[in-house]
């Protein structure tokens, strides 16, 4: 199960830090990441973690602003997010995929198991 947190209204240039709580299985087995749903649009892949957290990989639209980060002994993934743009208003979900790899998942359709979601809205 993964529980997203931490959403909400900010203004433009404003940050937020989502959060992404997992339970049920060995988080330290799983690549994770963080997509998004704009209204009107299909899911947009945001930023992924590969299991460890050594190696992270992000979107060109959020590069250099968002900071993905997790805590294996948490069972925690984050998202933070600066410098926040109108654009960036979405439904923000993790996800996670099993892997016995190094690396990450980029493909939004890879990932296997998802959270519910949490809303961020910038304001312009």
């Known amino acids: 199960q993964l529980v997203e947190s931490g959403g909400g209204l900010v203004q433009a240039g404003g940050s937020l830090r989502l959060s992404c709580a997992a339970s049920g299985r060995t988080f330290s087995n799983y690549v994770m990441g963080w997509v998004r749903q704009a209204p009107g649009k299909e899911r947009e892949f945001v930023a992924a973690?590969?299991?460890?957290?050594?190696?992270?990989y992000y979107a060109d639209s959020v590069k250099g602003r968002f900071t993905i980060s997790r805590d294996n002994a948490k069972n925690t993934v984050y998202l933070q997010m600066n410098s926040l743009k109108p654009e960036d208003t979405a439904v923000y979900y993790c996800?996670?995929?099993?892997?016995?790899?190094?690396?990450?998942?980029?493909?939004?359709?890879?990932?296997?198991?998802w959270g519910q979601g949490t809303q961020v809205t910038v304001s312009s």
């Open positions: 996800a996670a995929e099993f892997s016995y790899g190094l690396g990450f998942v980029v493909k939004v359709q890879d990932y296997d198991y």
């Open positions: 973690i590969s299991r460890s957290g050594e190696r992270t």
